[in-house]
Protein backbone atom coordinates (compact mmCIF):
# COMPACT_ATOMS: atom_id res chain seq x y z
CA UNK A 1 0.00 0.00 0.00
CA UNK A 2 1.52 3.67 -1.05
CA UNK A 3 1.35 6.66 1.70
CA UNK A 4 -1.52 8.38 1.90
CA UNK A 5 -2.62 11.92 4.15
CA UNK A 6 -5.64 11.20 6.02
CA UNK A 7 -8.25 14.44 6.94
CA UNK A 8 -11.74 14.29 8.78
CA UNK A 9 -14.04 17.32 7.26
CA UNK A 10 -16.74 18.43 10.04
CA UNK A 11 -19.64 18.66 7.20
CA UNK A 12 -20.13 16.80 3.98
CA UNK A 13 -19.85 20.83 1.97
CA UNK A 14 -16.71 20.89 3.10
CA UNK A 15 -15.59 16.91 2.45
CA UNK A 16 -16.17 17.79 -1.18
CA UNK A 17 -14.77 20.81 -1.17
CA UNK A 18 -11.36 19.18 0.48
CA UNK A 19 -11.54 16.47 -2.40
CA UNK A 20 -11.62 19.40 -5.25
CA UNK A 21 -8.69 20.68 -3.93
CA UNK A 22 -6.59 17.53 -3.43
CA UNK A 23 -6.19 15.83 -6.66
CA UNK A 24 -5.96 11.78 -6.35
CA UNK A 25 -8.61 11.90 -3.02
CA UNK A 26 -11.07 9.80 -2.14
CA UNK A 27 -13.57 9.53 0.03
CA UNK A 28 -13.47 6.42 2.57
CA UNK A 29 -16.27 5.45 5.09
CA UNK A 30 -16.56 1.34 5.15
CA UNK A 31 -14.03 0.77 3.53
CA UNK A 32 -14.54 -2.61 2.36
CA UNK A 33 -13.60 -2.11 -1.48
CA UNK A 34 -11.11 0.55 -1.08
CA UNK A 35 -9.00 -0.90 1.25
CA UNK A 36 -8.56 -4.34 -1.05
CA UNK A 37 -7.91 -2.23 -3.90
CA UNK A 38 -5.18 -0.01 -2.13
CA UNK A 39 -3.59 -3.36 -0.70
CA UNK A 40 -3.51 -4.23 -4.49
CA UNK A 41 -2.24 -1.13 -5.74
CA UNK A 42 -5.28 -0.81 -7.99
CA UNK A 43 -6.47 2.31 -6.12
CA UNK A 44 -3.53 4.50 -5.36
CA UNK A 45 -4.80 7.67 -3.34
CA UNK A 46 -2.84 10.24 -2.64
CA UNK A 47 -5.16 11.71 0.33
CA UNK A 48 -8.02 9.91 1.79
CA UNK A 49 -11.54 12.05 3.35
CA UNK A 50 -12.84 9.94 6.28
CA UNK A 51 -16.24 10.53 6.19
CA UNK A 52 -17.88 8.73 8.95
CA UNK A 53 -18.45 11.56 11.10
CA UNK A 54 -20.87 13.48 8.66
CA UNK A 55 -24.09 12.35 10.21
CA UNK A 56 -25.29 10.85 7.04
CA UNK A 57 -25.83 7.79 8.94
CA UNK A 58 -29.75 8.10 9.54
CA UNK A 59 -32.71 6.52 8.12
CA UNK A 60 -36.02 9.16 7.87
CA UNK A 61 -39.28 9.57 6.20
CA UNK A 62 -39.16 11.61 3.33
CA UNK A 63 -41.45 15.16 2.26
CA UNK A 64 -43.00 12.57 -0.54
CA UNK A 65 -44.04 9.30 1.12
CA UNK A 66 -40.72 7.74 0.39
CA UNK A 67 -37.69 7.07 3.21
CA UNK A 68 -34.78 8.79 2.73
CA UNK A 69 -31.45 6.75 3.72
CA UNK A 70 -27.89 8.46 4.62
CA UNK A 71 -24.90 7.79 2.36
CA UNK A 72 -23.45 5.85 5.88
CA UNK A 73 -25.95 3.61 6.64
CA UNK A 74 -24.59 0.10 7.12
CA UNK A 75 -26.04 -2.33 5.28
CA UNK A 76 -26.91 -4.83 8.07
CA UNK A 77 -28.61 -1.81 9.35
CA UNK A 78 -30.71 -0.91 6.14
CA UNK A 79 -31.10 -4.38 5.79
CA UNK A 80 -33.23 -4.21 9.47
CA UNK A 81 -35.06 -1.52 9.19
CA UNK A 82 -38.51 -2.18 9.91
CA UNK A 83 -40.02 0.22 7.51
CA UNK A 84 -37.64 -1.23 4.28
CA UNK A 85 -38.91 -4.81 5.18
CA UNK A 86 -42.06 -3.57 5.23
CA UNK A 87 -42.60 -1.43 2.25
CA UNK A 88 -39.16 -1.95 0.23
CA UNK A 89 -38.71 -5.55 0.93
CA UNK A 90 -37.06 -6.40 -2.41
CA UNK A 91 -33.97 -3.79 -0.91
CA UNK A 92 -33.57 -6.09 2.28
CA UNK A 93 -33.82 -9.38 0.54
CA UNK A 94 -31.23 -8.01 -1.85
CA UNK A 95 -28.90 -6.55 1.04
CA UNK A 96 -28.96 -10.00 2.72
CA UNK A 97 -28.03 -11.63 -0.32
CA UNK A 98 -24.76 -10.00 -0.96
CA UNK A 99 -21.01 -10.26 1.16
CA UNK A 100 -20.87 -11.42 4.36
CA UNK A 101 -22.45 -10.36 7.51
CA UNK A 102 -19.23 -8.89 8.67
CA UNK A 103 -18.86 -7.19 5.21
CA UNK A 104 -22.77 -6.08 5.88
CA UNK A 105 -21.60 -4.74 8.99
CA UNK A 106 -19.39 -1.99 8.03
CA UNK A 107 -20.73 -1.54 4.04
CA UNK A 108 -22.34 1.85 3.46
CA UNK A 109 -25.32 2.80 1.31
CA UNK A 110 -22.93 5.00 -0.92
CA UNK A 111 -20.23 2.66 -1.18
CA UNK A 112 -22.23 -0.03 -2.44
CA UNK A 113 -23.20 1.66 -5.14
CA UNK A 114 -19.58 3.16 -5.94
CA UNK A 115 -17.75 -0.41 -5.83
CA UNK A 116 -16.05 -1.58 -8.30
CA UNK A 117 -16.54 -4.46 -10.40
CA UNK A 118 -14.98 -7.81 -9.84
CA UNK A 119 -13.69 -8.81 -12.95
CA UNK A 120 -10.83 -10.73 -12.82
CA UNK A 121 -8.90 -8.82 -15.14
CA UNK A 122 -9.60 -5.58 -13.44
CA UNK A 123 -7.98 -7.52 -10.22
CA UNK A 124 -5.30 -9.02 -11.76
CA UNK A 125 -2.45 -5.83 -12.38
CA UNK A 126 -0.30 -8.23 -14.67
CA UNK A 127 -3.02 -8.56 -17.44
CA UNK A 128 -4.51 -5.51 -19.68
CA UNK A 129 -7.54 -3.82 -18.46
CA UNK A 130 -9.01 -0.72 -19.83
CA UNK A 131 -10.78 0.08 -16.83
CA UNK A 132 -7.71 0.22 -14.72
CA UNK A 133 -4.98 0.91 -17.24
CA UNK A 134 -7.19 2.78 -19.85
CA UNK A 135 -5.88 2.00 -23.41
CA UNK A 136 -3.94 -1.33 -22.29
CA UNK A 137 -6.95 -3.54 -24.13
CA UNK A 138 -9.13 -5.54 -22.30
CA UNK A 139 -8.07 -9.32 -21.55
CA UNK A 140 -11.34 -10.51 -21.50
CA UNK A 141 -12.16 -9.77 -25.11
CA UNK A 142 -8.56 -10.67 -26.49
CA UNK A 143 -9.18 -14.30 -25.61
CA UNK A 144 -9.74 -14.47 -21.78
CA UNK A 145 -12.11 -15.63 -19.76
CA UNK A 146 -15.63 -14.42 -19.61
CA UNK A 147 -17.93 -16.42 -17.72
CA UNK A 148 -18.66 -13.94 -14.65
CA UNK A 149 -19.14 -10.72 -17.33
CA UNK A 150 -21.47 -8.68 -19.42
CA UNK A 151 -23.99 -9.98 -22.41
CA UNK A 152 -25.60 -6.35 -22.60
CA UNK A 153 -24.23 -3.00 -22.36
CA UNK A 154 -20.52 -3.37 -22.98
CA UNK A 155 -18.25 -1.88 -25.50
CA UNK A 156 -15.15 -3.22 -27.46
CA UNK A 157 -13.21 -1.82 -24.42
CA UNK A 158 -14.90 -3.66 -21.90
CA UNK A 159 -17.22 -6.13 -20.55
CA UNK A 160 -16.93 -5.92 -16.49
CA UNK A 161 -20.14 -6.02 -14.70
CA UNK A 162 -21.45 -3.95 -11.85
CA UNK A 163 -21.38 -6.35 -8.71
CA UNK A 164 -23.85 -4.97 -6.55
CA UNK A 165 -27.02 -6.74 -5.25
CA UNK A 166 -28.18 -3.25 -3.55
CA UNK A 167 -28.12 -1.34 -6.87
CA UNK A 168 -30.48 -3.63 -8.37
CA UNK A 169 -32.70 -3.47 -5.89
CA UNK A 170 -33.08 0.00 -5.84
CA UNK A 171 -33.01 0.48 -9.61
CA UNK A 172 -36.21 -2.06 -9.20
CA UNK A 173 -37.30 0.87 -7.05
CA UNK A 174 -36.39 3.82 -8.83
CA UNK A 175 -34.39 5.47 -6.26
CA UNK A 176 -32.34 8.76 -6.45
CA UNK A 177 -29.29 9.66 -5.31
CA UNK A 178 -28.26 12.83 -3.60
CA UNK A 179 -25.10 14.23 -3.72
CA UNK A 180 -23.32 17.68 -2.82
CA UNK A 181 -20.73 19.25 -4.96
CA UNK A 182 -17.40 21.16 -4.27
CA UNK A 183 -19.25 24.53 -4.32
CA UNK A 184 -22.03 23.54 -1.92
CA UNK A 185 -24.74 23.04 -4.77
CA UNK A 186 -27.14 19.86 -3.87
CA UNK A 187 -28.00 17.71 -6.87
CA UNK A 188 -30.70 14.90 -7.47
CA UNK A 189 -29.87 11.80 -9.94
CA UNK A 190 -32.21 9.26 -10.76
CA UNK A 191 -30.75 6.15 -10.44
CA UNK A 192 -31.51 4.77 -13.93
CA UNK A 193 -28.55 7.32 -14.77
CA UNK A 194 -26.18 7.24 -12.10
CA UNK A 195 -24.16 4.33 -13.43
CA UNK A 196 -22.82 5.16 -16.98
CA UNK A 197 -22.45 2.18 -19.48
CA UNK A 198 -18.51 1.70 -20.14
CA UNK A 199 -18.11 2.74 -24.30
CA UNK A 200 -14.50 3.95 -24.63
CA UNK A 201 -14.09 5.14 -21.28
CA UNK A 202 -14.88 2.49 -19.09
CA UNK A 203 -12.33 3.81 -16.16
CA UNK A 204 -15.38 6.90 -15.69
CA UNK A 205 -18.39 4.27 -13.75
CA UNK A 206 -20.79 7.19 -12.52
CA UNK A 207 -21.70 10.57 -13.83
CA UNK A 208 -20.54 12.62 -10.19
CA UNK A 209 -18.39 15.32 -11.00
CA UNK A 210 -14.51 15.19 -9.85
CA UNK A 211 -15.30 16.10 -5.37
CA UNK A 212 -19.10 15.34 -5.31
CA UNK A 213 -20.40 13.52 -2.81
CA UNK A 214 -23.68 11.10 -2.12
CA UNK A 215 -24.95 12.04 1.19
CA UNK A 216 -28.34 10.31 0.88
CA UNK A 217 -30.24 7.64 -1.38
CA UNK A 218 -34.31 8.62 -1.32
CA UNK A 219 -37.07 6.01 -2.37
CA UNK A 220 -40.59 6.60 -3.52
CA UNK A 221 -43.55 6.36 -1.54
CA UNK A 222 -44.14 2.78 -1.38
CA UNK A 223 -46.08 1.01 -4.45
CA UNK A 224 -46.78 -2.60 -2.85
CA UNK A 225 -46.71 -5.63 -5.04
CA UNK A 226 -44.83 -8.96 -4.05
CA UNK A 227 -41.15 -7.78 -3.96
CA UNK A 228 -38.57 -10.93 -4.51
CA UNK A 229 -34.68 -11.04 -5.28
CA UNK A 230 -33.73 -14.24 -6.70
CA UNK A 231 -29.35 -14.44 -6.94
CA UNK A 232 -27.97 -17.16 -8.47
CA UNK A 233 -24.43 -17.68 -8.49
CA UNK A 234 -21.87 -20.68 -8.43
CA UNK A 235 -21.94 -20.76 -4.86
CA UNK A 236 -24.60 -20.31 -2.15
CA UNK A 237 -22.65 -17.56 0.06
CA UNK A 238 -20.39 -14.97 -0.40
CA UNK A 239 -20.48 -14.99 -4.47
CA UNK A 240 -21.25 -12.71 -7.27
CA UNK A 241 -24.28 -12.99 -9.30
CA UNK A 242 -24.18 -14.92 -12.76
CA UNK A 243 -27.71 -13.27 -12.80
CA UNK A 244 -29.88 -11.44 -10.71
CA UNK A 245 -33.14 -10.76 -10.43
CA UNK A 246 -35.47 -8.07 -8.68
CA UNK A 247 -39.23 -7.84 -9.20
CA UNK A 248 -42.45 -6.01 -7.73
CA UNK A 249 -45.34 -7.85 -9.52
CA UNK A 250 -48.74 -6.58 -8.70
CA UNK A 251 -51.94 -8.80 -8.18
CA UNK A 252 -53.00 -8.35 -12.08
CA UNK A 253 -48.99 -9.11 -13.22
CA UNK A 254 -48.13 -5.58 -13.82
CA UNK A 255 -44.71 -4.88 -12.77
CA UNK A 256 -41.00 -3.90 -13.03
CA UNK A 257 -38.21 -6.15 -13.67
CA UNK A 258 -34.29 -5.23 -12.78
CA UNK A 259 -31.48 -7.71 -13.56
CA UNK A 260 -27.46 -8.10 -12.00
CA UNK A 261 -24.79 -9.49 -13.12
CA UNK A 262 -25.28 -9.40 -16.97
CA UNK A 263 -24.09 -5.68 -17.73
CA UNK A 264 -22.03 -2.98 -16.27
CA UNK A 265 -24.93 -1.11 -14.55
CA UNK A 266 -28.10 -2.46 -13.14
CA UNK A 267 -30.23 -3.61 -15.86
CA UNK A 268 -33.68 -2.06 -16.45
CA UNK A 269 -35.63 -1.64 -19.52
CA UNK A 270 -38.96 -0.04 -19.71
CA UNK A 271 -40.04 -2.72 -22.86
CA UNK A 272 -39.53 -5.42 -20.25
CA UNK A 273 -41.99 -3.78 -17.41
CA UNK A 274 -44.53 -3.58 -19.92
CA UNK A 275 -44.76 -7.38 -21.15
CA UNK A 276 -44.18 -8.78 -17.56
CA UNK A 277 -47.96 -9.73 -17.87
CA UNK A 278 -46.68 -11.80 -20.98
CA UNK A 279 -44.39 -13.91 -18.68
CA UNK A 280 -40.89 -14.42 -19.04
CA UNK A 281 -40.18 -15.39 -22.53
CA UNK A 282 -41.65 -11.47 -23.46
CA UNK A 283 -39.66 -9.73 -20.56
CA UNK A 284 -36.51 -11.14 -20.69
CA UNK A 285 -36.71 -10.99 -24.79
CA UNK A 286 -37.06 -7.17 -23.83
CA UNK A 287 -33.75 -7.09 -21.47
CA UNK A 288 -31.86 -8.73 -23.50
CA UNK A 289 -32.25 -7.20 -27.11
CA UNK A 290 -29.43 -6.36 -28.50
CA UNK A 291 -27.21 -8.88 -26.51
CA UNK A 292 -23.99 -9.77 -27.62
CA UNK A 293 -22.92 -12.68 -25.46
CA UNK A 294 -19.31 -14.20 -25.48
CA UNK A 295 -19.01 -18.20 -26.16
CA UNK A 296 -17.88 -18.17 -22.15
CA UNK A 297 -21.21 -16.44 -20.75
CA UNK A 298 -23.67 -17.15 -23.88
CA UNK A 299 -25.69 -19.68 -21.14
CA UNK A 300 -26.59 -16.14 -19.21
CA UNK A 301 -29.32 -15.22 -21.85
CA UNK A 302 -31.13 -18.41 -20.94
CA UNK A 303 -29.94 -18.16 -17.05
CA UNK A 304 -31.93 -14.85 -17.14
CA UNK A 305 -35.28 -15.87 -18.65
CA UNK A 306 -35.80 -19.37 -16.60
CA UNK A 307 -34.57 -16.65 -13.17
CA UNK A 308 -37.50 -14.30 -14.43
CA UNK A 309 -39.91 -17.22 -14.69
CA UNK A 310 -38.76 -18.48 -11.49
CA UNK A 311 -39.85 -14.71 -9.85
CA UNK A 312 -42.93 -14.63 -11.76
CA UNK A 313 -43.85 -18.27 -10.27
CA UNK A 314 -43.14 -17.51 -7.12
CA UNK A 315 -44.93 -14.18 -6.87
CA UNK A 316 -48.07 -15.78 -8.20
CA UNK A 317 -47.80 -18.41 -5.33
CA UNK A 318 -46.79 -15.94 -2.73
CA UNK A 319 -49.33 -12.74 -1.11
CA UNK A 320 -47.89 -9.30 -1.03
CA UNK A 321 -46.19 -8.97 2.11
CA UNK A 322 -43.77 -7.08 4.15
CA UNK A 323 -40.82 -9.55 3.99
CA UNK A 324 -42.29 -12.53 2.70
CA UNK A 325 -39.96 -13.94 -0.54
CA UNK A 326 -36.31 -15.17 -1.57
CA UNK A 327 -32.64 -13.62 -0.86
CA UNK A 328 -31.40 -16.86 -2.50
Known amino acids: ?30 GTNLLDLMKLQIETPTHLIDVNGLGLDRIEPATDGGLRIGALVRNTDLAADA ?39 FYDTDQP ?38 AVAMRALDATVETVRPDGQARRIPIADFHRLPADTPQVETVLQPGEL ?43 VAVGGIAPKPWRVDDADQRLRQGASAAAQALLAGARPTPDNAFKL ?5 TVAAVLAQARATPPAGTTGSAS
Not at 11 to 16: F, H
Not at 91 to 117: K, M, V
Not at 230 to 246: E, G, I, M, N, Q
Open 302 to 306: DLVER
Open 214 to 256: ITAVTLPRPIGGTQLYHKVRDRSSYAFALVSVAAIVQRDGAGR
Open 1 to 30: MKPFTLERPQSPQAAAAAAAQRPGARFIAG
Open 129 to 166: CNKRRPGSGCGALSGGMARQLAVIGGSEACIATHPSDM
Open 83 to 121: RVRRDYGVLSRALLAGASGQLRNRATTAGNLLQRTRCPY
